[in-house]
C-alpha cells in the first residue's frame, strides 16, 4: 500500500513497493497525469526488453502536487557487460545523462537515470539521490514497481 502524503506534500522517507495498478489508482488523475502515465508505460516497455526488473519513481509526479510536468524514474541497471552494450545499442535513449534530454521528455514525459550511476553535482547514486527534496535534502519517499 503506497502511504498517505506528509506534511511536506511527499511521500514518507523510504521506498514504498507498489504494482503498476496501485501506481495508477494512486497517481493517474486530472487531465495531465494521464498524458504522463502514457509516457511512463513506454519507459517501462522499453525497460522490460533489455531486463530491467525494478524501477523507481519520484518526483512531483509522486506528490501531491496537481500538475506535474514529467516523471522521474531510475531503474536497476546490470553490470553484465555484454548484456550492457546490447542494452545502449537497443535503447540508446535510456543512457543520455547530460542536459534536459529533450529526447526522453518528448519519448516518456520523463527525466530517467541508472540507479547505480552517480548524480553529478551531488555525487550519490540516483536511487539515493531521489530519496531526497532537493531544495532542502531531508528525506522523502519513491515508489518502487517491480516489472516482474
Not at 507498489?18 to 522499453?46: M, W
Amino acid at each position: 500500500m503506497i502511504p498517505p502524503f506528509n506534511e511536506n506534500s511527499f511521500l514518507p522517507p523510504g521506498i514504498h513497493s507498489a504494482t503498476l495498478i496501485e501506481f495508477k489508482e494512486r497517481f493517474v488523475y486530472g487531465v495531465k497525469r494521464p498524458i504522463i502515465f502514457e509516457g511512463l508505460l513506454r519507459l517501462i516497455s522499453d525497460l522490460k526488453e533489455i531486463g530491467c526488473n525494478v524501477v523507481y519513481v519520484d518526483g512531483s509526479y509522486v506528490s501531491s502536487k496537481e500538475r506535474p510536468n514529467d516523471v522521474d524514474v531510475c531503474w536497476e541497471l546490470t553490470d553484465d557487460p555484454a548484456f550492457m552494450l546490447y542494452a545502449k545499442q537497443k535503447h540508446p535513449i535510456l543512457f543520455m545523462m547530460k542536459g534536459k534530454r529533450p529526447e526522453q521528455q518528448h519519448k516518456y514525459c520523463a527525466d530517467v537515470f541508472p540507479a547505480n550511476i552517480k548524480e553529478g553535482a551531488s555525487g550519490i547514486m540516483f536511487l539515493d539521490y531521489f530519496q531526497r527534496i532537493r531544495n532542502t535534502n531531508e528525506p522523502k519517499g519513491i515508489i518502487k514497481i517491480e516489472l516482474i
